[in-house]
Nanobody, 114 residues
Framework: VQLQASGGGSAQAGESLKLSCVAS????????MAWFRQAPGKQREFVAR???????ITAGPVKDRFTISGDDAKSAVFLQMNSLKSEDTAVYYC?????????WGQGTLVTVSS
């Protein structure tokens, strides 16, 4: 199974981007889907998580700007990123948990210039 992430690219500070991640086949039942990011020279960090049932958890630094959504029927997760800042520059990775396994996407680069 592969997770295909897309939607990354370059943006100016204050602009928006939407990331998408879709599994190559159904991963039902999905327990949780999430986004992480890794900035240059830093460790990978948690961004947001979507839980089966629809509840979400978003990291403090992006809570008022990023929104995660999911479609477990399609094994897809999305990240709407608004009011981008230069510190949001990173490779963004999607992650899907089933009851028995964890899958990671290949990462999509987001570059924000001020």
């Amino acid at each position: 199974v592969q997770l295909q992430a897309s939607g990354g690219g370059s943006a100016q500070a204050g602009e928006s981007l939407k990331l998408s991640c879709v599994a190559s086949r159904s991963l039902l039942p999905v327990a949780a889907m999430a986004w992480f990011r890794q900035a240059p020279g830093k460790q990978r960090e948690f961004v947001a998580r979507w839980l089966s049932g629809g509840s979400t958890i978003t990291a403090g630094p992006v809570k008022d700007r990023f929104t995660i959504s999911g479609d477990d029927a399609k094994s897809a997760v999305f990240l709407q990123m608004n009011s981008l800042k230069s510190e949001d520059t990173a490779v963004y990775y999607c992650n899907i948990h089933t009851r028995s396994r964890e899958y990671w996407g290949q990462g999509t680069l987001v570059t924000v210039s001020s």
